[in-house]
């Protein structure tokens, strides 16, 4: 089965479950899941509005708003956000780049009042339901993640929490816990006749890892797998068909918390940020799918470069794990599916957030209500690199050491000074008989690769899917431009012919 198959949106179909360590859909088609997180809409994130200071997590930034701006503005303002943050074109156009999935970040502020008890705010389930029906229209599946439980399953600004300490894992006394289950029966109640939701994410990023300034935890895991088992054992009642999604503690980065499978329809969902993009950042997890069973998710990744996303989600990708990139949207960005343009006087907000001066009630709303314009997908600026980037499409950039294959005379070498072992910074170096060979993805158009190289003086051959369309002799420090037309994915092979060469980077553009 090719590449091209898994990721078709045509596989877009019925109910998702787990068979033999792989996803598949309500046919019984393997899919892999590939596509991005609308971060900072439902739950928003400082980083992603460049703040600083203690305005790093959502009722921070609402306090923030309503403070600068006045309490009639700032509620204006969140329901004009919540519009235009993430619109039906938003969706349109990660299926029209060819994602089959989103994940949707949820605050559970948005659904549920902060107040005793249990009461649903039903504006909150109205977007939600509006997400889930552009997401249908356009095949879409979507990831359901609880981002910010009550209490807090993090305890850090991702979280939403008051105070940096998961609540929902350490108070005895307060009803965090209940609330969180009665939040997932009532998504079950609403969603379980909807397969576009693709899986229930029960929490997002459980128990952080020691934080400086923060205070350190206890080790809670078994204390989430218990909430694990108590929270599907309730949707389960309601729900028996849709797929869970299940993190880890530590960022959702521990493989070894994976000693049962907690339900028959649960993937193994882990995150990889910062990390080397080589088999190092999957090993784990290949395991507890080997011991479980468990299909994998790499359900949140990114905030890096082209080159690295072009080394570490078509590795993925090969070992049947699907990839969701992180976030769809923010601020002045170059490496998200599209930048949001900062507002002309945006600095006057960024300042006062590290304890500059404050603007005036009149410039601090004209500041907002620039950015809610810029926020619409149509005022954004488009960075389809990236999205190239993620499946090595046309228009992406990748180091020619993230080779999936090699051999005969083919090494990895320094580059200006440093250790071979610094990935961004490693060549490959080919000698007589070397090869090695690449996997890229197509839109079915012709294309050209372009391979930048110190040549010395050589001869080498290329090959898509062992077929040889350039045999040559070629000279110097250059970039060797091949075209070539496929429209199923495929691998591209360099071999050294004669003579002896030294790789930098490779291109896959559009003709």
């Given at each position: 089965?090719g590449?091209?198959?898994?990721?078709?949106?045509?596989?877009v179909?019925?109910?998702l479950?787990?068979?033999?360590?792989?996803?598949?859909?309500?046919?019984?088609?393997?899919?892999?899941?590939?596509?991005?997180?609308?971060?900072n809409?439902?739950l928003?994130?400082?980083?992603?509005?460049?703040?600083?200071?203690?305005?790093?997590r959502?009722?921070?930034?609402?306090?923030?708003?309503?403070?600068?701006?006045?309490?009639?503005?700032?509620?204006?303002?969140?329901?004009?956000?919540?519009?235009?943050?993430?619109?039906?074109?938003d969706?349109?156009?990660?299926?029209?780049?060819?994602?089959?999935?989103?994940?949707?970040?949820?605050?559970?502020?948005v659904?549920?009042?902060?107040e005793?008890?249990?009461?649903?705010?039903p504006?909150?389930?109205?977007i939600?339901?509006?997400?889930?029906?552009?997401?249908?229209?356009?095949?879409?599946?979507?990831?359901?993640?609880?981002?910010?439980?009550?209490?807090?399953?993090?305890?850090?600004?991702?979280d939403d929490?008051?105070d940096d300490i998961?609540?929902l894992?350490?108070?005895t006394e307060?009803?965090?816990?209940?609330?969180?289950?009665?939040?997932?029966?009532?998504?079950?109640?609403?969603y379980?006749?909807?397969?576009?939701?693709?899986?229930?994410?029960?929490?997002?990023?459980?128990v952080?890892?020691?934080v400086?300034?923060?205070?350190?935890?206890?080790?809670?895991?078994e204390?989430?797998?218990?909430?694990y088992r108590?929270?599907?054992?309730?949707?389960?009642?309601?729900?028996?068909?849709?797929?869970?999604?299940?993190?880890?503690?530590?960022?959702a980065?521990?493989?070894?918390?994976?000693?049962e499978?907690?339900?028959?329809n649960?993937?193994?969902?882990?995150?990889r940020?910062?990390?080397?993009?080589?088999?190092?950042?999957?090993?784990?997890?290949?395991?507890?799918?080997?011991?479980?069973?468990?299909?994998?998710?790499l359900?949140?990744?990114?905030?890096?470069?082209?080159?690295?996303?072009?080394?570490m989600?078509?590795?993925?990708?090969?070992h049947?794990?699907?990839?969701?990139?992180?976030?769809?949207?923010?601020?002045?960005?170059?490496?998200?599916?599209?930048?949001?343009?900062?507002?002309?006087?945006?600095?006057?907000?960024?300042?006062?957030?590290?304890?500059?001066?404050?603007?005036?009630?009149?410039?601090?709303?004209?500041i907002?209500d620039?950015?809610?314009t810029n926020?619409?997908y149509?005022?954004?600026?488009?960075?389809p690199?990236?999205?190239?980037?993620?499946?090595?499409?046309?228009?992406?950039?990748?180091?020619?050491?993230?080779y999936?294959?090699?051999?005969?005379?083919?090494?990895?070498?320094?580059?200006?000074?440093?250790?071979?072992?610094?990935?961004?910074?490693?060549?490959?170096?080919?000698?007589?008989?070397g090869?090695?060979?690449?996997?890229?993805?197509?839109?079915?158009?012709?294309?050209?690769?372009?391979?930048?190289?110190?040549?010395?003086?050589?001869?080498l051959?290329?090959?898509?899917?062992?077929?040889?369309?350039?045999r040559?002799?070629?000279?110097?420090k250059?970039?060797?431009?091949?075209?070539?037309q496929k429209?199923?994915?495929f691998?591209l092979?360099?071999?050294c012919?004669?003579?002896?060469?030294t790789?930098?980077r490779?291109?896959?553009e559009?003709?």
């Amino acid at each position: 089965m090719g590449l091209n198959e898994k990721l078709s949106r045509d596989r877009v179909f019925g109910f998702l479950r787990g068979e033999n360590g792989r996803i598949v859909n309500g046919r019984g088609e393997e899919i892999l899941l590939v596509g991005m997180g609308i971060g900072n809409w439902l739950l928003p994130e400082g980083y992603m509005w460049k703040f600083g200071g203690p305005y790093n997590r959502p009722h921070r930034i609402g306090r923030l708003v309503r403070d600068l701006c006045g309490t009639e503005y700032a509620v204006n303002f969140w329901r004009e956000f919540r519009a235009n943050y993430v619109t039906e074109a938003d969706i349109r156009a990660m299926a029209e780049y060819g994602f089959n999935s989103v994940r949707l970040p949820v605050n559970w502020r948005v659904v549920m009042e902060d107040e005793p008890g249990i009461h649903w705010r039903p504006n909150g389930f109205r977007i939600i339901d509006r997400f889930l029906d552009w997401c249908e229209k356009w095949k879409l599946y979507v990831i359901l993640d609880l981002h910010g439980a009550p209490g807090g399953q993090t305890g850090h600004n991702i979280d939403d929490s008051l105070d940096d300490i998961p609540r929902l894992f350490t108070d005895t006394e307060s009803d965090s816990r209940g609330k969180t289950i009665a939040l997932w029966e009532e998504f079950a109640r609403r969603y379980r006749d909807r397969w576009i939701v693709g899986m229930y994410d029960l929490l997002n990023e459980p128990v952080r890892t020691p934080v400086e300034g923060a205070k350190e935890l206890p080790d809670l895991s078994e204390e989430l797998k218990q909430f694990y088992r108590d929270c599907i054992a309730a949707v389960r009642k309601i729900d028996a068909r849709h797929m869970f999604s299940l993190e880890s503690v530590f960022w959702a980065s521990r493989s070894d918390f994976f000693t049962e499978r907690f339900d028959d329809n649960a993937c193994a969902h882990f995150h990889r940020y910062w990390c080397p993009p080589d088999r190092s950042a999957l090993d784990g997890f290949l395991g507890v799918r080997e011991k479980l069973g468990m299909p994998l998710f790499l359900g949140e990744t990114g905030e890096n470069t082209g080159e690295w996303f072009a080394a570490m989600y078509p590795l993925a990708l090969s070992h049947d794990i699907g990839v969701n990139v992180w976030p769809w949207k923010k601020l002045e960005t170059n490496n998200s599916g599209c930048s949001v343009k900062a507002p002309a006087e945006w600095d006057w907000i960024r300042n006062y957030t590290v304890g500059g001066d404050r603007p005036s009630y009149e410039r601090a709303q004209r500041i907002f209500d620039e950015y809610l314009t810029n926020i619409r997908y149509e005022n954004c600026v488009k960075l389809p690199r990236v999205i190239a980037s993620i499946t090595r499409s046309p228009g992406c950039v990748f180091r020619a050491c993230d080779y999936s294959a090699c051999s005969g005379d083919v090494r990895r070498v320094d580059h200006e000074g440093n250790p071979a072992e610094k990935w961004e910074n490693t060549l490959v170096s080919f000698g007589p008989d070397g090869e090695a060979s690449w996997s890229l993805h197509t839109d079915g158009e012709a294309g050209v690769v372009t391979v930048e190289a110190d040549f010395g003086s050589s001869a080498l051959e290329v090959q898509a899917d062992g077929e040889t369309v350039l045999r040559t002799s070629v000279s110097g420090k250059r970039e060797l431009r091949i075209p070539l037309q496929k429209s199923e994915a495929f691998t591209l092979t360099l071999r050294c012919v004669r003579g002896g060469f030294t790789l930098d980077r490779i291109g896959w553009e559009k003709a």
